[in-house]
């Protein structure tokens, strides 16, 4: 069974930078986008970050584009997100998602597969 296992939340103070990581086992991690998404406190899940599993596309939600960059290394079968200029409004709890060779990139429900979550908490 495939897993995703996230790594490298915590607590940062405003304008800090953070890195999160999604290590995959027993998946194909070339053949997959990958995801991130976050869901804050009472909110509701909201996509990231994606890379596609080919090309030079990075997608990003608008409100972390240019602070935010995502990127893979196939050869290690990880996933990484660089946080930087932190905010209060990035506390949530961040999820890497899997989604095999797909064009949904933006559906969380076309993903196949999710980590357990890393909790990021931005002080003011």
């Known amino acids: 069974q495939a897993q995703l296992i996230e790594s490298g939340g915590g607590v940062v103070q405003a304008g800090g930078s953070l890195r999160l990581s999604c290590a995959a086992s027993?998946?194909?991690?070339?053949?997959?986008?990958m995801a991130w998404f976050r869901q804050g406190p009472g909110k509701e899940r909201e996509f990231v970050a994606v890379?596609?599993?080919?090309?030079?596309?990075?997608y990003y939600e608008e409100s972390v584009s240019g602070r935010f960059t995502i990127s893979r290394s196939n050869a290690n079968r990880t996933m990484y997100l660089q946080m930087n200029s932190l905010k209060p409004d990035d506390t949530a709890v961040y999820y890497c998602?899997?989604?095999?060779?797909?064009?949904?990139?933006?559906?969380?429900?076309?993903?196949?597969?999710w980590g357990q979550g890393t909790q990021v908490t931005v002080s003011s």
């Open positions: 027993e998946l194909a991690f070339s053949d997959y986008d």
């Open positions: 998602a899997a989604q095999y060779r797909g064009d949904y990139y933006f559906r969380q429900d076309k993903y196949d597969y």
């Open positions: 890379i596609p599993w080919k090309g030079p596309s990075r």
